[in-house]
């Protein structure tokens, strides 16, 4: 994976928007980046393993748990089905669980904290729509850029011409 730094990215690309909400990072993977493939997930993670178990080509999951604490999206079995089908990372505006095993995952998650409670299984919730985090709004498909500075959004992707060197 390429090497980057949000603060180098945004002296470079101003316009891009930072993602201000005090998301903790897990798993062993402090850098990450990707397309944006966004789920909301009301207290139900059913649509986030559906999206898990297909190929991620890369992307970063981007769920909208609507920072409820009431229970955790993501736990160690689906940060494996990520780390599996190549998921290039998951952001959770919301909690995890498991944060002790998948600290030495190689996988990079952020979310708001921890709660040992799993979610609720219904099927509820939507996929590919555009998610709007802190007052931010995330469309599907925008890159997204994290380490250990924070996150990034852009429309285009902010690596490009340092990929054709």
């Known amino acids: 994976m390429q ?3 949000t603060a180098d990215l945004l002296d470079e690309y101003p316009e891009s928007i930072v993602l ?3 998301f903790v990072s897990y798993g062993e993977v ?3 980046f990707g397309k944006a493939k966004t789920i909301v997930a009301p207290e139900d993670n059913s649509l986030v393993r559906q999206a898990l178990e297909t190929k991620g080509n890369n992307q970063v999951l981007v769920i909208d748990g609507g920072a409820s604490r009431a ?3 993501v736990g160690d079995q689906l940060a ?3 780390i599996e089908n190549e998921w290039a990372g998951i952001i959770v505006n919301g ?3 498991d944060s002790a095993v998948i600290a030495e ?3 990079g998650i952020k979310a708001l904290g921890t709660n040992p409670r799993k979610s609720i299984k219904k099927n509820r919730g ?3 729509i555009q998610l709007t985090i802190a007052q931010i709004p995330i469309k599907p498909r925008s890159w997204i850029y994290s380490d250990a500075d924070g996150i990034i959004i852009s429309e285009h992707n902010l690596l490009a011409s340092e990929q054709k060197n």
């Open 126 to 128: 939507e996929v590919d």
């Open 95 to 97: 909690y995890i669980r």
């Open 3 to 5: 090497s980057f730094s």
């Open 30 to 32: 402090s850098t990450f």
């Open 105 to 107: 995952m190689p996988i």
């Open 20 to 22: 201000m909400e005090n």
């Open 80 to 82: 494996l089905l990520a």
């Open 71 to 73: 229970c955790a999206l």
